[in-house]
């Protein structure tokens, strides 16, 4: 069988490379093997990674009938979503329960959302000190988190909201992802070690959820929108209803899923639109075009605003890689000759940084987007094919009201001008910022003149 080329050093020294700088690593190897090459970073089998257009056109193609589609890490994640979850299920089972999720993030569902999104963004911002350096990022956590509380359970703002919101924190504390990665850590010894927390905090969560799940049934409200009670209306073609077990898992999966991935993206614009005085300019022209209290729909719509998400989301992805294909049999990729069981995965990373895709691609420019209209196969920032990212929809709405609501109400200054690099491939930094005070009057604002009050 003819694979493609990629490193011989040993498995061990190639995970240690990849452990402390996995971007680096990536990079090096594109350089060296060109944009498909062989690495044993995740497997003792070779794993093919792939940055080429036209072989990822061809691997989403045949993914139905040429490669299987495994979950994700089932020992790593299994712990914290639960084995119902749409990250972990196969074939048959995990198209049933993506039909489920699918209607509560259509478009028109999006529409709900809106006015909710900008809510919460002003709450957090308002709560900033004026003149003090804070962390966008936890800032922008603190968004996130609130907006899936309120959009996924209806959890608004109250005793039950605020348990369960700092329940899910501490459940998601950087110790509890140590112990997912080494199982040798996930010893039980009382609510003082990490493991033995993690499990009782668990405990707790789902007994909220299944509480509420249990409470909902009981007096189901038709006119509700939040997503737990679309769930609980939705049957499947056989006119079944998810089980408890089942919204218990999507429910985690969408909380612990979409908190951590919004937060990081989110970061990145706040970041790159304080670092580009002229981006945030272009930015604050387009919102001051759609007048007085805009549509959310309409900003959605934002053209430029819409190129500044995208830019964020290619240089620095929501996820690394799309989820593996494993080769069901022999078959034939490019020219290259596959043995069963060999997994591809799409490197997201280095195909949004195709010098011929993308030229200058560590440089920040929105315009490129404008400039051309790119291929699901040239720019998949929530991946493709059947695991594409459930949540993509909301995601982007996310982002483009969040950014909006504070580059048109509140005056952001970086605390400094260094320039920001992720802690890891798929994190954002811990950037500093200073508000120092909020736009007046921001619907007839000109960018290169702002007025300011004090809170």
């Known amino acids: 069988m003819?694979?493609?080329?990629?490193?011989?050093?040993?498995?061990?020294?190639?995970?240690i490379q990849w452990a402390a700088d996995p971007i680096s690593y990536m990079e090096a190897m594109a350089k060296s093997y060109g944009d498909i090459f062989t690495t044993s970073v995740f497997d003792s089998?070779?794993?093919?990674?792939?940055?080429?257009?036209?072989?990822?056109?061809?691997?989403?193609?045949?993914?139905?009938?040429?490669?299987?589609?495994?979950?994700?890490?089932?020992?790593?994640?299994?712990?914290?979503?639960?084995?119902?979850?749409?990250?972990?299920?196969?074939?048959?089972?995990?198209?049933?329960?993506?039909?489920?999720?699918?209607?509560?993030?259509?478009?028109?569902?999006?529409?709900?959302?809106?006015?909710l999104i900008c809510d919460i963004t002003e709450k957090v911002m308002d709560r900033q000190?004026?003149?003090?350096?804070?962390?966008?990022?936890?800032?922008?956590?603190?968004?996130?988190?609130?907006?899936?509380?309120?959009?996924?359970?209806g959890f608004h703002e109250g005793?039950?909201?605020t348990q369960f919101r700092e329940l899910i924190v501490s459940l998601m504390k950087p110790l509890t992802f140590v112990s997912l990665f080494f199982p040798f850590l996930r010893l039980d010894l009382g609510s003082w070690s990490p493991w033995g927390q993690f499990l009782r905090t668990r405990q707790q969560i789902d007994h909220m959820i299944y509480a509420e799940i249990k409470e909902r049934r009981q007096k189901l409200d038709p006119e509700s929108t939040d997503i737990l009670s679309l769930l609980m209306s939705a049957r499947d073609e056989a006119g079944q209803a998810m089980t408890d077990k089942e919204l218990?898992?999507?429910?985690?999966?969408?909380?612990?899923?979409?908190?951590?991935?919004?937060?990081?993206?989110?970061?990145?614009?706040?970041?790159?639109?304080?670092?580009k005085p002229d981006v945030q300019n272009k930015c604050l022209k387009e919102l001051e075009d759609l007048g007085a209290s805009p549509d959310p729909v309409k900003i959605f719509q934002?053209?430029?605003?819409?190129?500044?998400?995208?830019?964020?989301?290619?240089?620095?992805?929501?996820?690394?890689?799309?989820?593996?294909?494993?080769?069901?049999?022999?078959?034939?990729l490019m020219g290259y000759e596959l043995s069963p069981g060999t997994a591809l995965y799409g490197c997201i990373y280095l195909l949004h940084h195709r010098q011929d895709l993308y030229p200058e691609p560590k440089q920040f420019k929105p315009e490129r987007f404008l400039e051309r209209k790119f291929s699901s196969y040239e720019f998949m920032p929530f991946g493709g094919g059947v695991r594409r990212c459930i949540g993509e929809i909301l995601a982007q709405y996310e982002m483009k009201l969040v950014l909006s609501t504070i580059v048109s109400h509140y005056q952001l200054e970086l605390a400094d001008d260094q320039e920001a690099r992720p802690p890891r491939a798929t994190l954002a930094p811990d950037v500093k910022m200073v508000l120092r005070g909020k736009r007046n009057n921001p619907e007839t604002a000109r960018p290169n003149e702002v007025l300011l009050t004090r809170k």
Not at 60 to 79: H, I, Q, T, V, Y
Not at 316 to 326: L, W
């Open 2 to 15: 003819k694979l493609p080329n990629g490193p011989k050093t040993p498995r061990l020294l190639q995970q």
């Open 45 to 115: 089998r070779p794993s093919i990674l792939v940055s080429n257009p036209q072989a990822l056109k061809q691997m989403f193609a045949r993914e139905n009938k040429d490669f299987s589609l495994p979950g994700k890490d089932k020992k790593r994640l299994n712990p914290l979503v639960g084995n119902q979850s749409l990250l972990l299920l196969e074939d048959e089972s995990h198209l049933r329960q993506r039909k489920f999720l699918m209607p509560p993030f259509h478009g028109a569902r999006m529409r709900t959302y809106g006015q």
């Open 129 to 153: 000190a004026i003149d003090t350096p804070f962390s966008i990022r936890s800032a922008m956590g603190d968004i996130a988190l609130q907006v899936l509380l309120e959009a996924v359970f």
């Open 159 to 161: 005793e039950r909201c």
């Open 248 to 275: 218990r898992d999507q429910l985690m999966t969408l909380l612990l899923g979409g908190s951590a991935t919004t937060e990081n993206v989110m970061t990145w614009l706040c970041y790159w639109v304080h670092k």
């Open 302 to 332: 934002l053209p430029y605003l819409t190129a500044v998400c995208n830019e964020t989301l290619r240089i620095y992805p929501i996820d690394m890689f799309t989820s593996p294909r494993i080769a069901k049999s022999s078959l034939e």
